[in-house]
């Protein structure tokens, strides 16, 4: 006495039951419409939902609360829209309820997509610069679900023309030595239950390139060739051997004459057989002549022995005479 009282308010929450995802179907073809929904009953207050797809949350979606026939709880579902594609197989959808007697727990429910869709095709050479002689392996790269069959191939429309030679392993194309005939379009084709896809690769089969000395050979080879040709001025046997010979720096793969160096050769030996005349003639010229003593002189004319001695001494005086007048 006397009489105290007060007053408490008492909540009482409703947990919400394990959410269910509904509209889910498997496997979905690519490029259908899915709609799923995710639906969870008895919450007080009512329940959060929320979507994911591969941990990411998804905010476009529609959300709807009902109260239960109580009038205390309350039953919300949420629904979730979007148009599958080859990236969404293997994804996971995630409905996750949120509410504030599940503590740090929230309820959750998980589907994982399957997407049906055609192969996609690339094919990939073993070398970017195909050679003839040279080995080559195409590969059909293919994906698709289900798994393509194993692929076809073709070349400019048709079958493979050699097959000892172009052998398909798998999904390889292997030409063991590529020559010119093998020039074309080749062709690789997948099929899966979806439909089919196929690609293309034009093969162009380069030459072989030769590989050639460096350029500096060509003022060695007229050197040698020049030097061999002044020793030609002694023989013509030796010149027309001398110049045939073939200089051991010379380019291997050459088998052709060069009629530029072979014309070269011969005018120099020309020129050299033609200045090596000349001066022989020159020199010849200036030394012909006779030569006298001066006792023979004046004897030229003598009928015998005894007058052209006579003469001779007689030229001796003429001589002496001549010097003595001259001093």
């Not at 419409?33 to 949350?57: H, R, V, Y």
């Amino acid at each position: 006495m006397p009489v105290k009282t007060s007053k408490a308010y008492l909540t009482v929450l409703g947990v919400p039951e394990k959410p269910q995802i509904s509209g889910f179907s498997s496997p979905v073809m690519e490029g259908d419409l899915m709609q799923l929904t995710c639906k969870t009953s008895g919450s007080k207050p009512a329940a959060d939902i929320k979507w994911f797809k591969n941990d990411k949350e998804i905010k476009d979606v529609k959300y709807l609360k009902e109260e239960d026939a109580n009038r205390k709880t309350f039953t919300v579902s949420s629904t979730l829209d979007f148009r599958v594609d080859r990236s969404d197989d293997g994804a996971s959808i995630m409905c996750r309820v949120e509410h504030e007697s599940l503590n740090a727990t929230p309820q959750v429910a998980m589907q994982v997509l399957e997407i049906h869709y055609t192969p996609s095709v690339k094919i990939i050479p073993s070398t970017p610069f195909p050679q003839e002689g040279q080995p080559l392996i195409l590969t059909c790269e293919s994906k698709g679900k289900p798994l393509p069959e194993p692929v076809l191939w073709t070349k400019d429309g048709a079958e493979l023309p050699d097959p000892d030679r172009m052998v398909v392993s798998g999904r390889e194309l292997n030409i063991l030595f590529l020559n010119k005939t093998d020039n074309g379009t080749y062709r690789c084709e997948a099929t899966n239950t979806i439909g089919q896809s196929s690609a293309e690769y034009v093969l162009i089969v380069h030459d072989v390139p030769n590989t050639l000395l460096p350029t500096t050979i060509i003022p060695s080879l007229t050197t040698a060739t020049v030097t061999t040709s002044v020793a030609i001025t002694t023989s013509p046997t030796t010149s027309a051997t001398t110049s045939s010979r073939r200089d051991p720096n010379a380019l291997a793969g050459q088998t052709g004459p060069d009629h530029a160096l072979i014309g070269g050769i011969v005018a120099v030996v020309v020129f050299v057989t033609l200045c090596s005349i000349f001066l022989l003639g020159r020199y010849l010229a200036r030394h012909k002549g006779t030569y006298l003593t001066n006792e023979a002189k004046g004897a030229e004319d003598a009928p015998d022995a005894d007058t052209a001695i006579i003469n001779a001494e007689g030229s001796q005086v003429n001589a002496e005479e001549k010097k003595e007048y001259f001093i």
